[in-house]
């Protein structure tokens, strides 16, 4: 552990040298979870954050203690979908469902239209390829298309359809950026029923007329939220005005902004609305800074690596360069590194994620953009190496850890020119950054 030291003072419409690490005392963030204002981007080309709060990089992990667990209603025996379907379900290990997938299946199999609310390691994948696997059993000529916000999470997504779908002659395309679209429309002309893919490369492939989305009655919008900040609002409202009226449609999202309720109601047909209560981020992640000068910034982060309970660390940095210089650096240190950014070409990224998925390497090195949509499990750290541009860049950074009831921890490293700044404050309490010293992390 760290040993600090005591420091001294909802309805919606129809449709390593012997440097010693510095952690601040900080404050914690507002109980509920409430969001405040801070790390705008930059207006600079340098990408680079600017922040005033330190204290929002500050939280201890509340544990779960009188959290009631939840009790589902069906078990997965109960489900009526086919029975090979079924056996290759219960063959995989599911058993109880998980609430979003209790509460979507029994509606999606009643050809209902879904508003999930719903964050990412809720098990939402297996809440609709079940379903849906099983409408194409019923009748072979369907046609879904699932949108997913990245080429990792559809790639995710295909391979979780391919493995329930074993045996059953039931084939899925998966069209993605960053992978050769002769192949994809070599693809699209043989038997399929699914097509997975990211906005940009489906409407690409409408463009070129090898897609044909009039042809398909169901459609499913896996992390919305995430497709309308990266920008493909357009690209969702055509998709679907491109659809037959009558189709089903099928909407996953962690937050519920404006924009997404303007899509529901324009869109999705009387849906049902299901809401799966989930913590806050910062309430089951531990939170904390680490105080650095340039000279001794990487002497820091190779002794918090060293450290055994640094078992499983997603390493967050702004540039590609920059991430593969620390990949690198590290490798020659000896740790077991492997790092994900723009200029790896799809084959790099996904046998980089293949290595510290299996534990092969315990440490990956990556971009925000390069780590869009992975879902990682059992990640024991994530440390931001340099600051994120936003607020919610840092939100979905660390929300790689902490997951599944665990506790999480999540550090930031902090230039010491920056802990000059206020730490935040209320009415009733302001306080400067006070910076606690830690015993080195040397072993």
């Not at 440097?19 to 204002?37: C, E, I, K, V």
């Not at 404006?258 to 989930?278: A, E, G, M, S």
């Not at 919610?392 to 230039?415: C, M, P, Q, W």
């Amino acid at each position: 552990m760290y040993n600090k030291q005591p420091s001294r003072s909802k309805s919606f419409g129809k449709r390593s040298s012997g440097a010693r690490a510095s952690f601040s005392a900080g404050s914690r963030r507002p109980s509920g979870g409430q969001r405040r204002n801070f790390g705008k981007r930059s207006g600079s080309k340098s990408g680079r954050s600017q922040f005033n709060d330190l204290s929002k990089f500050v939280n201890k992990a509340v544990p779960m203690t009188e959290t009631k667990p939840y009790e589902p209603v069906n078990s997965f025996s109960d489900f009526l979908i086919d029975e090979r379907l079924k056996k290759t379900v219960l063959g995989s290990g599911y058993v109880h469902p998980t609430p979003i997938q209790d509460q979507s299946i029994p509606e999606v199999l009643k050809g209902r239209d879904i508003v999930g609310i719903a964050n990412t390691g809720t098990g939402k994948t297996a809440a609709f390829v079940i379903p849906l696997l099983n409408k194409v059993v019923l009748d072979k000529k369907q046609n879904i298309i699932i949108l997913a916000p990245t080429r990792e999470l559809a790639i995710q997504i295909d391979q979780e359809l391919k493995k329930f779908a074993a045996g059953m002659r039931i084939f899925s395309v998966c069209a993605v950026g960053g992978m050769p679209i002769y192949r994809q429309i070599s693809d699209l002309n043989r038997n399929h029923n699914f097509v997975i893919g990211t906005p940009g490369r489906i409407k690409d492939l409408i463009d070129r007329g090898k897609l044909r989305i009039e042809r398909f009655e169901t459609i499913v919008l896996d992390e919305a939220d995430r497709m309308l900040d990266m920008g493909f609002i357009n690209d969702m409202r055509f998709l679907m005005a491109s659809m037959p009226t009558n189709r089903q449609t099928l909407f996953f999202s962690a937050t519920l902004s404006d924009d997404i309720k303007r899509i529901i109601n324009d869109f999705l047909n009387n849906p049902i609305n299901i809401f799966v209560k989930t913590r806050d981020t910062s309430s089951n992640i531990d939170q904390d800074v680490v105080h650095s000068t340039k000279e001794n910034k990487f002497t820091l982060l190779h002794e918090l690596l060293i450290q055994p309970e640094f078992n499983k660390v997603l390493i967050f940095g702004q540039t590609k360069r920059g991430v593969e210089k620390l990949s690198q650096l590290l490798a020659k240190q000896g740790v077991l590194v492997k790092s994900i950014h723009g200029d790896k070409n799809h084959g790099q990224r996904q046998q980089a994620l293949k290595s510290f998925k299996e534990d092969s390497v315990n440490v990956l090195v990556a971009t925000d953009v390069a780590a869009r949509g992975i879902d990682i499990p059992n990640v024991s750290h994530v440390i931001n190496y340099e600051l994120p541009s936003t607020y919610e860049d840092y939100i979905h950074r660390i929300g790689r850890t902490g997951r599944a009831g665990n506790i999480g921890k999540a550090l930031t490293f902090v230039s010491n020119e920056t802990t000059s700044v206020s730490t935040g404050s209320s009415s009733n309490n302001r306080r400067r950054t006070q910076r606690r010293p830690v015993k080195s992390f040397r072993r």
